[in-house]
């Protein structure tokens, strides 16, 4: 979970293009289900866990480090302390020379609920990166350089969202759903905040919430899984745990007395239409997804249909959900010319209320649960998808941890059109929706 722009800039990952062979039968997957098989894991005496999966088809590894600090950490500080602090941490100024030694490349990513680091390196270099990430981490040099070039970046990724039509309309649709929250990323910053932030305040949020014992790592690669849980296990054995701080209280969502209106930034047209959803852990969560799929996912989605098969009204067509535990949400998206923003609006609110009301079909209902078991084929294909997925359902997905992701093949499979109408019905029992209107072009 990253950027707002980039929720669409990166389309892809929610509108993957499905193969054949990767839509196994619904009844064959709930059979056996796709998800992390052979995973070890161990949970260190300073609060620390690390997961480890190997996958003896590459000759890569990957380590992924989540520091559990959330969007409600981060409303008590100052918006945009999370980003800059992350962007910090992966400049490696600590031990450039050894990331250079490793051959690792670093990656990383803000989502509602975590930060998250990312090391990639050849498979022999597995315990170098344990202990790089340690130092990243945990023992990162913060100075006001590194200050200077994330503010500057930040700054320039800010005005580039407010910028863009699909940008500004899905920062104001967080603003409503979670106020002075946002997405849980930086969408909820802006430059004047992100301008004040001072390195003392960097080093104490750093200091306050970089803790072992809020901290998962976990491991996928050619490796031997053993010696990399060890590998691991001995770099962050020795780091102490600290007091985990409360995060701010849940914000109220704002009151929706009808559609907001934005000015256009760009000849296109944005309706954005959504609310809170449940998180990753939460018993209707499957029916949610299999909702949000059937309306919005692909061309064969009741949106798609409605928007460019039955009347050629909308230019691109998505859908996200954020299974967060802290700000989870759900919306779809449709952009459009500006003449059209009014019958694709009716079109969407039409389609949202069909979905509350009226069954899918049984072979609609299929294809969904095709689409969303697919994706989850896919995603376990690579080093770094499978090393996030550990992670991120480690920390979001209840008492299971990561072994809730091998549960979703088969309670997707189990989906009734009922449950995903009461799913709908939960999810847009009040609906944000923001109306952006391009500009007259001459």
Known sequence: MTAIPALLLRGAQFRWALTTLLLAAVSAAAAAPVGPTGALKRHLPNGLRVIVQDNEHTATVVICGF??????????????????????????????????????????????????????????????????????????????????????????????????????????????????????????????????????????FHTSHYLPNATVVTVSGGVDGTRALDAVSSAMSGLLPGALLDEAPEPAPVQRPGEVELPGVGPTSVYVAGGRAVSLESPQYPAMAVGMTLLGSGMDSRLYRALRIERPLAYTIAQHYTPSRRVPSAFVLATCDRQRLDEVARAIDAEIERAKSEPADAQELARAKRYLIGRQALRRQRNREIAHYLGMFELLGGPQGYRRDAQLAGEVASVDAQDVMGAMARLFDRTWAVRLSGRQTQ
């Open 67 to 204: 520091v559990q600090v959330t969007a409600l950490h981060e409303a008590r500080v100052a918006p945009g302390i999370r980003q800059l602090t992350q962007m910090m941490v992966a400049r490696g100024d600590c031990c450039d020379q050894d990331l250079r030694g490793a051959a690792a490349r670093v990656d990383i990513s803000v989502a509602p609920d975590y930060v998250e680091l990312v090391l990639a390196a050849p498979a022999e270099s597995v315990g170098e990166c344990a202990t790089l990430m340690r130092r990243m981490l945990f023992r990162p040099e913060l100075s006001e350089q590194a200050l200077g070039a994330a503010r500057d970046s930040l700054i320039r990724s800010l005005a580039a969202r407010d910028e863009t039509p699909t940008g500004a309309a899905l920062e104001r649709f967080y603003s409503l759903a979670y106020p002075g929250v946002g997405a849980g990323d930086y969408g909820s910053a802006d430059a004047v905040a992100v301008a004040g932030i001072t390195l003392g305040e960097i080093r104490r």
